[in-house]
């Protein structure tokens, strides 16, 4: 799909990069070139994403940290710059796509719980963000950030049952579209992916905890399938790459078509056999 040296030179950092669509996006990077910063809680993914990505041939580090600490996040940025032997590691790129969400009635969360989800994902992002567009700013040099959301975010509309995340993934897109005004003079571009159902462990053992749910969820989909990580990463290839450099402040939605089909009032007739329509149209034609 796109020039192997597409992202050629580029230094990508990725949160929760040694996992699901990190890892994904991490592998697909690499073979186009870039050199990858892998950031995450666990290390033992960490590191074996980072092999794989050097087994292409492309360089790779590693460094774990929580990402809702600052200081830790300095420190991973201090690493990046020790494996990478420039100022912060030569890192032109962020992808924010570490997060946090389970399935949950809100009146049974605690405060914790509220707290643990907008830590990762709106504070987390923004530590990273922050951490990053200063470094850029003070060095005159341009940057990208991506952040992964969700379509309740993009959609503006919220879902029950994962409150905090809705909560806190509205609140990164705020982010992205007031900072890709705030940064533009400084060449810093920011954009968003909203991403559908993509089956990873990480995401489907909270979100779709059975195989009853998981089939209840794919017939529900308008396509009948779910996402394909590689479907995503490459729309992240194109987002963070020169060739999408007047994309700024967007969101682009991939999900086969699933918000939508919610948002529709009469799109529950995507169910309505064909016996029902012959059946609707023979009493209009009489
Ligand atoms: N339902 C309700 N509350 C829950 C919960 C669930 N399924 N899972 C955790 N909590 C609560 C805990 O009870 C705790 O609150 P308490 O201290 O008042 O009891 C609070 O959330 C924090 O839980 P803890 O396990 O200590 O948090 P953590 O910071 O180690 O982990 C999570 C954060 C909960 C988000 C964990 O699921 C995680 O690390 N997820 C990362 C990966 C992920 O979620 N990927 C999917 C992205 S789509």
Same mark, same amino acid.
């Given at each position: ?77 201090? !690493? ?7 100022? &912060? @590691?030569?890192?032109?790129? =962020?992808? *924010?796509? %570490? #997060? ?116 209840? !969820? ?7 399938? &779910? @996402?394909?990580?590689?479907? =995503?990463? *490459?729309? %992240? #290839? ?49």
């Amino acid at each position: 799909m796109f020039q192997t040296d597409l992202l050629e030179g580029r230094t990508i950092l990725i949160t929760g990069g040694g996992t699901g669509l990190g890892r994904a996006m991490a592998l697909r990077f690499a073979e186009l070139g870039a050199g990858l910063f892998l950031v995450g809680r666990r290390e033992d993914p960490l590191e074996q994403t980072a092999n794989d990505i050097r087994a292409k041939g492309a360089r790779a580090a590693w460094f774990s940290a929580d990402i809702r600490d600052f200081a830790a996040v300095e420190q991973a940025l201090a !690493a990046a710059e020790r494996e990478f032997g420039r100022p &912060f @590691g030569g890192i032109d790129t =962020l992808v *924010n796509n %570490a #997060a946090g969400n389970f399935i949950a009635r809100t009146e049974k969360l605690s405060p914790n719980a509220f707290n643990s989800i907008v830590e990762i994902v709106l504070h987390g992002t923004f530590h990273c963000t922050l951490a990053l567009g200063r470094r850029w700013i003070e060095a005159k040099q341009p940057g990208t950030v991506l952040s992964i959301v969700t379509t309740y975010a993009a959609a503006n509309c919220g879902s029950g049952f994962v409150v905090p995340s809705a909560c806190a993934k509205s609140g990164v897109l705020a982010m992205t579209r007031s900072l890709a005004i705030e940064w533009a003079p400084h060449q810093i571009r920011l954009n968003a992916i909203a991403p559908g159902p993509f089956p990873t462990e990480g995401a489907f053992s909270r979100l779709v905890p059975s195989k009853e749910l998981e089939e209840r !969820a794919r017939n529900h989909h308008p396509m009948k399938r &779910f @996402g394909r990580p590689e479907e =995503l990463a *490459n729309l %992240a #290839a194109y987002l963070v790459s020169e060739q999408a450099g007047y994309v700024n402040g967007e969101c682009v939605v991939i999900d086969g078509g699933e918000w939508l089909r919610g948002a529709g009032e009469f799109n529950h007739f995507l169910d309505l056999p064909g016996s029902a329509w012959d059946a609707m149209e023979a009493t209009r034609q009489k």
